[in-house]
C-alpha cells in the first residue's frame, strides 16, 4: 500500500475527504518524526515501538577490489511489533 491509497482508505473509513485525510496523515507522520528527533524513542500501545540507534563505525572490505573503508557511525530507526500487531498480523 502506497500513500495515496493509505489516505483514501483513511478517508473512507473516518468519512473525510481525501485532502483532510492527507492532511491528518501528514501531521502524524510530521509528529512522529519529531518525538523520535526529541526524545529517541516512541512506543504506540497496540502497535510497537520505534526507537533511534547509533550503528557504531566500522570497517567494510570492498569484495571487489579488497579495499578496506572506514563506514562512519549512523543513526537507524528500528520498530518492534507489539505482541498485539503480530497476532493480528498472523490470523
Known sequence: ???KEFVTAL???TDMTAREAGKHAATLMAELARALDENGALTVQGFGSFEVKKKL???MVNPTTKQRLL???KLV???KASQLLKDKVKA
Open 77 to 79: 530507526l528500528t520498530f
Open 57 to 59: 563505525e566500522r570497517v
Open 11 to 13: 478517508a473512507a473509513r
Open 1 to 3: 500500500m502506497n500513500n
Open 71 to 73: 563506514v562512519p557511525p
